[in-house]
């Protein structure tokens, strides 16, 4: 049943698009990399051009890594969305359901393969698109990341954080409904995401309100956590600027308590995404 | 005997918010029958086949298949479900779909499938995709997917749909095949004059209760026509006129009204007497579709008196 749902997702031009858009990413980085590799960074200034010299490839590596990780992570986010909430109703709508429900299979297995399959497609495209983004930097700025397996884990859990959230609300509310909460429930935890690093390096100086909303915006929909878990474990270990950056939370490491929090919340979504699945009448 | 039941529903009740689909409803049926359910629109003949199958857990009651009860997979092992108006991938060829089922199923029978095909001659469309066939040769593989390999219960609903008058045939000889195969087959379906054909058995519902059953013989009763099988037509229509009988000539006889359905040995008194030469004669039965008009008339009827 999961390698039908992959059969069937491989088919969709949704998928075939995003292919598209992946490749001609990764072109256009390696364009851009290529370039900077080569470029004249001197100013003509003595201290500029001092300050130019102490920096190493790790951190034109940190730049580059930085500049593309967020397009990336919106194109893999677009993704998900889109086929984690048409994967269920479609099956549903078209007629298939009662189908594949009165073949000898349970009705978990039938839910968890059919939603599996997008999880899987996303998990392959953002693995590309950052496996590129790395390979790419480090050809042309030699680079040693912080912590590989780390990246792995990382985005699984953001991943299926907005899997999770995706293959419920599709159940219960229409298509185009459950895409654009799931859309804005990304950006408004990414926003405070951003929030809750720079919140850490000014302990007791944030507006109290403030700090209870981000917190709550963490906690409630902890897919962030993932995606800087992802950029924290891709970055240079070694790069001269990540200390100035590090100020403003951008490379601060994601404790593994959160994503194994990410993962519970997932579970939680899934189980009750689930119960409602097991009563709906086909 | 009670091995042989396969289809054991007890009791069930079934509501949609405040539309009660089935209520107090009961049924076996037998291994190795053709069975239809028959009902108006709405009577609930889906959702006791959805029921079932699991799709549609009921209210209250249970219910099992080979007495497992169908909440557990293990009642479906050998079972196969066509719904109405399934819309397969328009990407797939029926080789893939069976492929998929296949690796469902954990069975290979890939033959099977290619004779069912042959059956339902659409071999030929084994590499076409789905959205490059007519809605007939669509449903045709359907039912080639669905019945192939060695079912022991096949549910099929509305089988016939989008399928020409040749198709129509094929489906019915596949019906006919499943069950000299050792299957039960269950129909659901409009068209009286299809099910009529191949089934033996039909349970009526209406309003979600059941209101007859039976064999298809033992439901249809005589009419008050009687048909003559007569090369010299004309002259027996003229004759038992004289004898007041009101005649219609038909192709290669003749159809007689009688007084009343029990006085057929006196018209066939009649019919010697002229000493015209006939080849054959019966009182003839009621057609299924006149069965279903008249069952659900006396519900009607009983509907409306406990109304009143």
Redesign the interface.
């Known amino acids: 049943?999961f390698?039908?749902g992959i059969?069937?997702l491989l088919?969709r031009k949704i998928v075939l698009t995003a292919a598209i858009a992946t490749v001609a990413f990764l072109g256009l980085y390696w364009w851009g990399v290529s370039a900077a590799s080569s470029a004249d960074l001197s100013m003509g200034h003595g201290e500029a051009d001092m300050a130019v010299d102490m920096l190493g490839p790790e951190d034109a590596a940190l730049a580059a890594i930085l500049t593309a990780g967020p397009l990336a992570a919106t194109l893999v986010t677009a993704l998900i969305i889109v086929i984690g909430s048409t994967m269920l109703p479609e099956e549903i709508g078209?007629?298939?359901m009662?189908?594949?429900?009165?073949?000898?299979?349970?009705r978990l297995k039938v839910y968890l393969s059919l939603g599996l399959a997008p999880l899987a497609v996303s998990y392959a495209l953002a693995l590309i698109l950052f496996g590129g983004i790395f390979l790419i930097t480090s050809i042309y700025f030699p680079f040693t990341a912080r912590n590989i397996p780390f990246v792995f884990i990382s985005m699984l859990a953001w991943l299926t954080v907005v899997w999770a959230a995706v293959m419920l609300l599709s159940l219960v509310l229409k298509k185009i409904a459950s895409m654009l909460i799931v859309f804005f429930l990304s950006s408004v935890a990414s926003l405070f995401g951003g929030l809750y690093e720079i919140m850490k390096m000014f302990p007791g100086e944030t507006p109290k309100a403030l700090e209870t909303i981000t917190h709550t915006v963490i906690y409630v929909f902890p897919a962030d956590r993932g995606y800087r878990g992802v950029l924290y474990g891709l970055i240079p270990a070694d790069a001269v600027i990540t200390e100035n950056l590090a100020f403003f939370g951008v490379t601060a490491s994601v404790p593994s308590l959160h994503l194994v929090y990410a993962f519970f919340w997932s579970l939680v979504l899934l189980s009750i995404g689930y119960w409602k699945f097991r009563?709906m009448?086909? | 005997m009670e091995k042989d039941i396969l289809i054991r529903v007890d009791n069930i009740s079934k509501s949609f918010r405040k539309v009660q689909a089935l209520s107090g409803f009961s049924l076996s049926v037998s291994s190795g029958s053709i069975f239809s359910l028959l009902g108006p629109n709405g009577a609930g003949k889906t959702t006791l086949m959805k029921i079932l199958l699991g799709l549609v857990g009921s209210d209250s009651g249970s219910v099992t298949i080979y007495d497992l009860p169908v909440s557990s997979p293990l009642s479906r092992r050998n079972v196969r479900y066509l719904p109405e108006n399934v819309t397969f991938p328009s990407w797939a060829t029926p080789e893939v779909l069976f492929r998929q089922l296949e690796r469902i199923r954990h069975e290979s029978s890939t033959e099977e499938f290619r004779q069912r095909c042959i059956e339902l001659e659409c071999a030929d469309l084994m590499k076409r995709p789905l959205g490059k066939m007519s809605r007939g040769q669509k449903q045709r593989v359907a039912l080639s997917l669905v019945t192939a390999g060695k079912p022991d219960l096949v549910l099929l609903d509305e089988p016939s749909s989008g399928l020409d008058p040749g198709g129509r045939i094929l489906v019915r000889n596949l019906i006919r095949n499943l069950s000299s195969e050792g299957a039960t087959v269950l129909i659901n379906s409009h068209l009286l004059g299809e099910v009529e054909r191949v089934c033996d058995t039909a349970t009526f519902i209406s309003r979600g209760r059941l209101i007859a059953e039976g064999e298809l013989d033992s439901l249809s009763r005589q009419t008050g026509l009687a048909y003559i099988e007569t090369d010299n037509a004309d002259n027996m229509k003229l004759s038992l006129e004289k004898l007041g009988y009101s005649c219609r000539k038909e192709s290669k006889g003749v159809v007689a009204e009688l007084p009343d359905p029990s006085s057929f040995p006196d018209l066939a008194r009649s019919v010697l007497d002229t000493g015209i030469r006939f080849t054959g004669m019966n009182q003839m039965r009621e057609s299924l579709e006149d069965v279903f008009l008249r069952i659900m008339q006396n519900d009607s009827e009983q509907g409306d008196d406990i109304v009143s």
């Not at chain 1, 009662?98 to 349970?106: D, R």
């Open positions: 049943m390698l039908n059969e069937q088919r078209q007629g298939r009662p189908f594949w429900l009165s073949l000898p299979q349970t009563r009448d086909f």
